[in-house]
């Protein structure tokens, strides 16, 4: 990553995360995908999201700046997947909340997913959402599972076996099943120990039937404990592969959003 000219920030694509680990923002070329700038910035635990939001926006000149596009990326727990063929939009609430209980201040918002013919239903506050809108009204808002479903579709068609994803975070791990490109499941599971990832990926590779000697597993993120995973799993499943990321500072997900583009 080089020193960024804003004066040709109208030829690029601002993306903003949002997680309450801490935001970021990026800054990269629409054609290339190269990440010209990656800024980190720090949340206040105490602030709402909006609060944070708002002063970050008022803090980051690279922020007022105009460009080609605006992504925004929200990380949370708070979303459902939907067969693209049994979505209907004026349903997408009555879908989400089949799944989560409701919460006071929550938009429901949705992503169409072409390469996995599905929906990713998910929930954002909605102040945010109106302070977004109002400094970024043409941004496009994403879940962040969703340019990571998009990505490990197409990466699920190479080979002849049906594979699993493990993503790994600070508290959470995100999981994705697929069979040669289709998509077979996704979702989110609170745990810190290695014991309780061990239990729920191999409860999941069980449950959808995969097999120990021919099915893959694949591990990627920032885990202290991943070579101890690693090991652990390998004396159920075979083929347990680690997946090398271009730069461990920028989150995966703002990694592969342009697929989602």
Not at 216 to 236: M, V
């Amino acid at each position: 990553m080089t020193g960024f000219d804003f004066n040709q920030s109208e030829q690029h694509i601002l993306s903003i995360r949002l997680s309450a680990d801490g935001f970021s923002f990026s800054i990269h070329h629409p054609h290339t995908g190269e990440i010209c700038l990656y800024v980190p910035y720090p949340v206040n635990a105490s602030y709402s999201m909006t609060a944070n939001l708002k002063e970050m926006i008022a803090s980051q000149e690279a922020l007022k700046y105009t460009y080609k596009k605006v992504n925004i990326l929200t990380d949370t727990i708070r979303f459902t997947p939907v067969p693209f063929d049994l979505f209907e939009d004026e349903q997408q609430e009555n879908l989400f909340y089949q799944n989560f209980s409701a919460k006071d201040n929550e938009i429901v918002l949705c992503n169409i997913l072409g390469k996995s013919n599905s929906v990713i239903l998910f929930g954002m506050d909605k102040h945010a959402r109106s302070l977004l809108d109002e400094h970024f009204p043409s941004a496009r808002i994403y879940a962040s599972v969703s340019p990571l479903t998009e990505h490990f579709t197409q990466e699920s068609r190479q080979g002849n076996c049906r594979k699993l994803y493990a993503h790994l975070k600070k508290d959470t791990i995100e999981i994705f099943a697929f069979d040669r490109g289709k998509l077979l499941f996704i979702n989110t599971f609170s745990c810190k120990q290695v014991s309780d990832q061990v239990y729920y990926l191999l409860y999941i590779w069980q449950q959808l039937g995969f097999h120990q000697e021919n099915d893959q597993l694949f591990l990627l993120g920032n885990n202290e404990h991943q070579g101890l995973l690693d090991s652990e799993l390998r004396k159920f499943i075979r083929q347990v592969d680690t997946i090398p990321v271009s730069s461990s500072e920028i989150p995966f997900d703002i990694q592969t959003l342009l697929t989602c583009e």
